[in-house]
Each structure stands twice: as structure tokens, then as C-alpha cells.
């Protein structure tokens, strides 16, 4: 036993931070040969690392930091001297470079026995024959996927010679969508989402799963019954200067779109408001990353009780880019307490590097029959190619959880969107304790990706089932029509997916709950799926089973394992 040693104790922190997602970038080589072959190698790192920086960024709009070392991995030695290293710097996400002939099992094999079994690797390099890095690349990718672990490999593009290589548009942003999915899964894990109230409403398609989603994710949840947020809203416990202060900018930015006929429905507005303060603060005293809140039955829809004002403000907000103090980070918000929805729009949120939510009932599906009959009854001539018409609409729309920025176009400015913005009384047979709806249409010419995880006890697995999708608008009186056939006052989004038909779309629906997001990748969804272990599913009849240029190559090791969800459930 040692002598005259003492434990440490480690100084006082004021507040816990969250583990930061940090990309270590290295490259291997080869003692044998020659130098200017090894500077170019080193050169390449940098070169890729530069080229890294800045492009990835978490919701809050900070940049993820990119470390390198001009330490070449040629050996067991210096892979011990880069894992040190890539250790110092907090390093969780790793990519390699080569370009160089080199020996897997003395280099990155040794190098990644000395992280944990689930931190992402992308091996990046290009089709250059000289030494060859390419080689060294399929040698490694196919020795790492025989062990039955996940690999990413991006066989890219630079020059043959020269010792500052460019690498290709193509190859940097294919690199990118994979840091966005190592991001995503690496900053996540850990974290927690708060959630208000039990069970969804009775909706077994939005359980919590608590045991699966701890294991799948590494996600915690945090449940909170509503009796506390009644109480502290009894107990007045927010900022009073606060809530006049957003009072008054929806009373300027909504105007007389905010219906409000009564003192007494002034005040339950001023309620639904001062919700939104309170969940804020105790989502920031969590650290949380999203939330939902159950409502109904026992908040707002139960008489037997006292009804309280509808969340939907607050819902939006949560899930928008700005609120009254300016731009903020978008915080995905579950409405009716749905977490498999919350996860949807959390996980897409991040992968799309903080663009907005939209969360939506998968309310009514038009086949083009449909429109037209309804047309006819309301004496409308369409127009014959409208892709509406030819293949279909989808009405989504739901009292809650609607980003205001989903009324207008991405890239437009928030006074822009609440000019599109009404919020009438909330229909008081399905909440008797009153307050505000908030209702927009969302413009034509969105796209993204629309889906839902769901989840099978079976297998005991999480699936995703999405499809690209984009935005449409139909003529005013007919668009006008359809919105008064569901509920007027809640926003509508017209949706067309790409390859499901509207048959397929309504007997594939996982449940009543739909959620999309602009600007993210399909790759980036897919590498994220790989390292989870969530089920990719699209069963469109349409959609090839590989689109070369959108989707992410198969990873090796699915194949090896006898396919993408024999590998999944092994794992």
C-alpha cells in the first residue's frame, strides 16, 4: 500500500455543464515512407479540419469545436500518444484521413480500443492512388465492420499529388452530414427532456418508454406533475415585469388578431402566458433539452375539476427561433405530452442544426378525388397540373406545439411571421378553460423531411418512418374550405409527401401525430439512424432503396450482419 497519500478533493463548481460534442480529426501513415508523402498527410488534416470548422453547430447556434494533431497514427505508440491527446481536449467524436498506406490493427484499431465502444468514427479519404490512403481506408473499414462495429466510410475526393491537397464540395459535405449525426447522437446522450403530466392523453403511440429511451438514446425524462405548475401558477412565481413585457409584444406584433372580448379572457391569456415563463425556468434549472405537456384531459378539458387555460402559446414559443426578448434557440415541445413526438422533433431539430419544428395532427388526407369533388360542390375550376391534385394533400394541423416559424418561409423575420399570426379563443367544447388557439396557414414551397419514431416491445426497437415532403397552397376558397371541414382555428399546414401515395401515407401513419423539419439532409437522418440502432423505414412503394447523391451509402457491417435491421437487432 502507498504511504502518504491523500484522495483529492476537486474544487467547487457554481452550476453543472452539459457534455460538449468535440471532433478529434488524425490521420495514419507509415514509418517507410518517404517524408513529403507523411507532410502531405499532415497537411491534409489541417487542411479538412479548417475546412470543419464553423460548419457544425448545435441549436443555440454555437460551433462545435474541431481539435487535429499533426501526429501521424503509424504505430501502437503513437496511437497512445493521439488517444492522450484527443483525452486532453475531450475528444468524443473521431475522424480519420488517410492517405497513406498504413496497418490497421497498429493504428486506429488501437487508437479506438482506448475510447468507448459507442464513439462515432468516420473514415474519410480520397480515391488517390500514390501511396494509397484509399487501400488503408477499406482495409480498416472492413477489419472495424468483421467486429461488428459501426463505421462510417466516405471515400471522397482530392488530387493525386501536390502537398496541399484540396478536397472536393462533395466530399467536405458529405463529412459534414456525418458530424451533424455523431453530433447529435454524442450531445444528446446524457441530457433530459422535461415532461408535465402521465400518459398522452391515453395515446399508447406516445408513451414515454422510459426504459428504451434511456437505453436507446441515453436520454433521461424528467416527469412533473401538472399540480405544480398549477401551483406556481397560483403562487404568481415568474417575473410580473416579464409577463407585461411579452404581453406587450404579442399586443404589438398580433394586434386585434388577438381575440380577447372579456377582462376575464384577458387574464387567462395572461395565464397561458405566464406558463411559458415558468416551464422556461424550470427547463433551464434542468438543463433540459425539449419538454412536453400532457393538458388534456385533467388540465384544461376535465369539469369535474377546475379547467385551466390551453398551453398552445406556450407550445409554440418552445418550439420557435425567437420569442419576446429576441432569437432564440428552438426547444422542442411536445404538445398533449407526446414524447415519441417530442423525440422526433428533438433529434431532427439537432441534426438540422437548430432549425425549427413543426408539430402536427395527421389530420385529414386528400386524395385528388377529394379535392375535386369538393371543388365541384364549391363551383372552383382547378388547375389540372397542380401536383396537389395529382397526387394528393395532406392536412396537418393540431391546437399545440406549432412553431410561429412555420407561418412564414425559413429565413424570414420573426415581425414577419406574427403579422401571419391570429390567435382566436380556443374552441371551449374541447377546452372549457378557455383561452387562446394559436392559427396560420404555412406557405407553399417548404421542404424537408416529415416523419414520426415509433416503437415495437416486439423487438424492442424505435423506428423511424419519414418521407421528403414539401409545402403547397390551393386556391384561397378552396384552401379556406378544407381548413373549416377540420378546425379553423389551428394552424394548417398542406402537405405533399414525395414518394408515399396518399393510400400508403394513411395505412402507414405510426400514429395521429406528424412532425417535420426544413433543411436537413436525408444523409444525416440515416447516419444518425446508424449509430442509435433506429429502424429506417419507408415502406413507399415508390422510393428506390438507394438513391446515390442523397442517401448515405450502407454501411458495411450491415451487410456483413445479413442487413439493416438484422444488424440493428443484434446489436
Known amino acids: ?141 472492413g477489419a472495424i465492420s468483421q467486429y461488428g462495429r459501426m463505421v462510417a466510410l466516405n471515400v471522397g475526393s482530392w488530387p493525386d499529388t501536390g502537398l496541399k491537397p484540396k478536397p472536393t464540395k462533395a466530399t467536405i459535405d458529405s463529412l459534414i452530414d456525418w458530424c451533424y449525426a455523431a453530433v447529435t447522437r454524442v450531445a444528446l446522450k446524457g441530457r433530459r427532456v422535461m415532461i ?43 417575473d410580473k415585469k416579464e409577463l407585461a413585457a411579452l404581453r406587450a409584444w404579442i399586443d404589438k406584433s398580433v394586434g386585434k388578431r388577438l381575440e380577447l372580448k372579456t377582462e376575464t379572457e384577458s387574464k387567462r391569456f395572461d395565464q397561458s402566458l405566464a406558463m411559458y415563463l415558468i416551464v422556461r425556468d424550470l427547463m433551464a434549472e434542468l438543463n433540459a433539452v425539449g419538454g412536453g405537456f400532457m393538458s388534456q384531459l385533467e388540465w384544461g378539458s376535465d369539469s369535474r375539476g377546475v379547467p385551466l387555460p390551453v ?34 422533433m428533438l433529434f431532427m431539430t439537432w441534426l438540422s442544426g437548430g432549425n425549427p419544428p413543426l408539430f402536427m395532427d395527421f389530420r385529414k388526407v386528400w386524395e385528388g378525388a377529394e379535392i375535386k369533388a369538393l371543388a365541384k360542390k364549391l363551383k372552383i375550376a382547378l388547375p389540372k397540373s397542380a401536383p396537389w391534385l395529382k397526387k394528393g394533400v395532406v392536412d396537418g394541423n393540431n391546437s399545440g406545439s406549432a412553431s410561429l416559424n412555420w407561418a412564414v418561409k425559413p429565413g424570414s423575420k420573426p415581425e414577419a411571421a406574427m403579422k401571419k399570426i391570429a390567435m382566436p379563443i380556443a374552441d371551449d367544447a374541447y377546452f372549457p378553460g378557455g383561452g387562446n388557439s394559436v392559427t396560420f396557414v404555412s406557405p407553399a414551397g417548404i421542404e424537408g423531411i416529415a416523419g414520426r419514431l415509433t416503437y415495437c416491445s416486439l423487438n424492442n426497437k424505435f423506428s423511424l418512418i419519414w ?81 446515390e447523391g442523397v442517401d448515405r451509402p450502407q454501411p458495411l457491417v450491415h451487410l456483413l450482419a445479413g442487413g439493416e435491421t438484422a444488424y440493428k437487432s443484434l446489436i
Open 1 to 141: 500500500m502507498a504511504k502518504n497519500v491523500k484522495a483529492l478533493k476537486l474544487p467547487s463548481i457554481d452550476k453543472g455543464t452539459p457534455k460538449a460534442p468535440v471532433i478529434g480529426v488524425y490521420a495514419t501513415g507509415d514509418p517507410r515512407i518517404d517524408q513529403e508523402s507523411l507532410t502531405r498527410a499532415q497537411n491534409i488534416v489541417e487542411i479538412v479540419s479548417g475546412e470543419l470548422a464553423g460548419q457544425i453547430v448545435t441549436p443555440d447556434g454555437n460551433a462545435v469545436d474541431i481539435v487535429y494533431t499533426d501526429v501521424l497514427v503509424d504505430s501502437e505508440s503513437t496511437a497512445d500518444l493521439v488517444a492522450q491527446q484527443f483525452r486532453d481536449a475531450g475528444v468524443n467524436i473521431l475522424i480519420c484521413l488517410p492517405d497513406t498506406w498504413a496497418f490497421p490493427q497498429l493504428t486506429t484499431i488501437s487508437l479506438l480500443q482506448q475510447f468507448p465502444q459507442d464513439t462515432p468514427l468516420n473514415i474519410t479519404c480520397g480515391n488517390s492512388g500514390p501511396k494509397p490512403g484509399v487501400v488503408y481506408a477499406q482495409a480498416l473499414h
Open 196 to 238: 408535465f403530466g402521465h400518459d398522452s392523453m391515453g395515446m399508447e403511440t406516445a408513451l414515454a418508454h422510459i426504459l428504451p429511451t434511456r437505453n436507446t438514446f441515453g436520454l433521461e425524462i424528467t416527469r412533473l406533475d401538472m399540480k405544480l405548475l398549477a401551483d406556481m401558477l397560483s403562487k404568481n412565481a415568474y
Open 311 to 344: 398551453a398552445d402559446l406556450m407550445e409554440s414559443l418552445f418550439n420557435s427561433t425567437f420569442d419576446h426578448n429576441g432569437a432564440k434557440p428552438a426547444q422542442p415541445f411536445g404538445t398533449e405530452a407526446d414524447c415519441q413526438g417530442l423525440l422526433t
Open 467 to 547: 418521407d421528403e415532403a414539401v409545402t403547397t397552397s390551393l386556391p384561397a376558397k378552396l384552401e379556406k374550405a378544407m381548413c373549416n371541414l377540420t378546425n379553423w382555428n389551428w394552424p394548417h399546414t398542406f402537405l405533399i409527401p414525395k414518394y408515399a401515395s396518399m393510400m400508403e401515407y394513411k395505412q402507414y401513419a405510426p400514429a395521429n401525430h406528424l412532425h417535420m423539419t426544413w433543411g436537413l439532409p436525408i444523409a444525416r437522418l440515416q447516419h444518425w439512424m446508424d449509430m442509435t440502432g433506429v429502424l429506417n423505414c419507408t415502406p413507399w412503394a415508390a422510393r428506390p432503396s438507394f438513391i
